[in-house]
């Protein structure tokens, strides 16, 4: 399909040098592009593999809510990152300063997923795909 390149979610950050740690350090990003556009304005560009667009009816999203929190948490926002490791990339982002939300839970779907909330209250979910 013709229209579409390329998918950003650009993140608003209290505390940019943490929040670049815990992306580049705890998820293994690399840097794409960087610039400071005013005296005091940063943004960096971390690649972070193919992009994909996931809508969820409320009822839906208050499901996987439970599935991975046991209760909801009714964010409109979350971030479902695939990992290798659930367990060590999640130590990796506390270590970082994010807060779990939830420890590993496998879905009804097979996946193996942790909730975790960056300082900034971004809710993260990643996921490990079975085998």
Excluded: K
């Excluded at 815990?22 to 592009?33: I, K, M, N, Q």
């Excluded at 659930?86 to 996946?111: C, F, K, M, N, Y």
């Amino acid at each position: 399909m013709a229209g579409v390149h390329e998918v950003r979610v650009a993140l608003t950050v209290r505390d940019f040098d943490a929040a670049v740690r815990l992306y580049r350090e705890g998820l293994g990003l690399d840097v794409e592009a960087a610039f400071e556009n005013t005296p005091d304005g940063r943004v960096i560009i971390l690649p972070a593999g193919r992009a994909t667009i996931e809508l969820l009816n409320s009822a839906q999203a208050d499901f996987v809510d439970e599935v991975e929190t046991g209760g909801v948490v009714g964010s409109p926002f979350r971030l479902a990152i695939g990992v290798a490791n659930t367990d060590e990339t999640g130590r990796r982002l506390q270590s970082l300063g994010a807060r779990v939300v939830h420890g590993p839970v496998v879905t009804p779907w097979g996946d193996r997923n942790m909730r975790l909330e960056t300082p900034d209250g971004v809710q993260i979910t990643l996921f490990q795909r079975p085998g």
